[in-house]
T-cell receptor, first 111, second 115 residues
């Protein structure tokens, strides 16, 4: 799997937007960009995924650079419950079943 | 609906003993995965099941580790002759099917401590 690079940690204030970056310069054409997050003492949970176009769902938005070498997970209004480790993961379309987790970004949300 | 459940939530065992960890996936999910998260480390893939068969066991750290799945549902991860380095949180996940578009739903994990 291609490698992703994320900042070790980020900090935000409650009710402000948060932009979590991910670099994946060796991404291949069939790699999907997935984001999962892990709240304290819980298993990871799916957040969002995309291929080329920007994506929105009830949890977040995913902005993908035109050359696909980077992407940004956007939380529009951070809440205390969003404090977690966020993982950016590349998965080859179709056959790739396992998730390869890196270190992720630890997001701290200040009240 | 019910999510992925794992039992026990915590297990403390003595070095050299065998342990069994159980995973109940979401009903109807054909794919099941085991991961391990050691202190200060990321999550590492252990094994994946499609139905009752395990096409990929490449992540199992040694032959002391084995897993089975029966009835296309419950899975058990067994660690024989536990060692201190086996201490970790063992996470199970399931998905509707294997493959890149199917999100994986994780259980809360079993925290294993080997003394």
């Amino acid at each position: 799997d291609a490698k992703t690079t994320q900042p070790n940690s980020m900090e935000s204030n409650e009710e402000e937007p948060v932009h979590l970056p991910c670099n994946h310069s060796t991404i291949s054409g069939t790699d999907y960009i997935h984001w999962y997050r892990q709240l304290p003492s819980q298993g990871p949970e799916y957040v969002i995924h995309g291929l080329t176009s920007n994506v929105n769902n009830r949890m977040a938005s995913l902005a993908i650079a035109e050359d696909r070498k980077s992407s940004t997970l956007i939380l529009h209004r951070a809440t205390l419950r969003d404090a977690a480790v966020y993982y950016c993961i590349l998965r080859r379309g179709g056959s790739n079943y396992k998730l390869t987790f890196g270190k992720g970004t630890l997001l701290t949300v200040n009240p | 609906g019910a999510g992925v459940s794992q039992s026990p939530s915590n297990k403390v065992t003595e070095k050299g003993k065998d342990v069994e960890l159980r995973c109940d996936p979401i009903s109807g999910h054909t794919a099941l995965y085991w991961y391990r998260q050691s202190l200060g480390q990321g999550l590492e893939f252990l094994i994946y099941f499609q139905g009752n068969s395990a096409p990929d066991k490449s992540g199992l750290p040694s032959d002391r580790f084995s897993a089975e799945r029966t009835g296309g549902s419950v899975s058990t991860l067994t660690i024989q002759r536990t060692q201190q380095e086996d201490s970790a949180v063992y996470l199970c996940a399931s998905s509707l099917a294997a493959g890149g578009f199917n999100e994986q739903y994780f259980g809360p994990g079993t925290r294993l401590t080997v003394t």
